[in-house]
């Protein structure tokens, strides 16, 4: 064990977080998971895996019975466009998650936590700096006159604010980074709440040769892609810094959805169209800015976007392939 540290991941069965707990155990740390389920698609690696809801303050205080050394806050109600634009579920994403933030706040703060990290987005960026699909404006001190697009990044402002207080008021070691779409092997892509390239995924892994996938919008909205691998490194190097943040941790290789698709239907070596419907889209444009994350710690993800998409794609069309032969 790393120095006989221990660490807390909140959200450890979700993608990034269980990711994050397989990186922690290489590492040599012990890790105890938290999650209202297990990780979907393995075994969690953690020393300990807790079932439980992040939400009820009881709860909250009996996870914090260990001295940790860092504690990392992903846990959260959110998901792809389908679910955060729709407004179906604007109640529950700013309910369930400022809630959860305020709880392990208090712990962190009791328990006088070494460090600690909050996963916030892109998705607090203004709406009026995203309508130019070929120049949207993401840089951190852009933030601000606040506008974003849904709740969920309202929800996540909001709660940047709250954890850079307890740094001022409190002396808590905080580290907030703004994650920007973050994909790779073992991400949702089917639960209705998958993101761009796992669902697209998906559709070119499911689609016949020489059908169509249909695609939210006219397609030219753009977006950039941070691979997992990159994801947990921007992470790990700034709970490493004397950095707090806010800081952006993406790639800056921006392309619109509809090329995202003919990505994916080349690597699929399939003949697909595409079809455009209506559908929630989000804003027109978005890419991280990196200037700040390389002044403040010397590195910015460069992880090439067709190549986590290879690995993605390859992955999402083994798990079509199987449930589609359990199916018989």
Known sequence: MKDNKEILVCGAGGFIGSHLVERLKREGFWVRGVDLKFPEFGKSVADDFVIGDLRNQEFCQKIFN????????????????????????????MYNSALINLNILS?????????????????????????????????????????PDSEYGWEKLFSERLYLSFIRNHGLPV???????????ECNYNDGKEKAPAALCRKVAE???GGEIEIWGDGNQTRSFLFIDECL???TRLMESDFAGPVNIGSEEMIS???????????????????????????????????????KLGWQPDYALRKGIEKTYQWILAQVKQNSASAF
């Open 175 to 185: 580290r907030v980074a703004r994650l920007h779409n973050v994909f790779g092997p």
């Open 107 to 147: 712990g962190c703060k009791e328990a006088k936590v070494e460090r600690v990290f909050y996963s916030s987005s892109a998705c607090i960026y203004p709406l009026h700096n995203q309508v130019d699909s070929n120049n949207p404006l993401c840089s951190e001190e852009s933030a601000y006159p606040a506008s």
């Open 257 to 295: 959805i509809n090329d995202l698709a003919r990505m994916i239907i080349e690597i699929s070596g399939k003949k697909i169209s595409i079809k455009n419907i209506p559908g929630p889209t989000g804003v027109r444009g978005r890419n991280s800015d990196n200037k700040l994350i390389y002044e």
């Open 66 to 93: 260990r001295k940790y050394s860092q504690v990392y806050q992903l846990a959260a109600d959110m998901g792809g466009a389908g679910y955060i634009f729709t407004g179906e579920n604007d109640a529950d994403v």
């Open 207 to 209: 689609a016949k040769d």
């Open 233 to 235: 490194e921007g992470v």
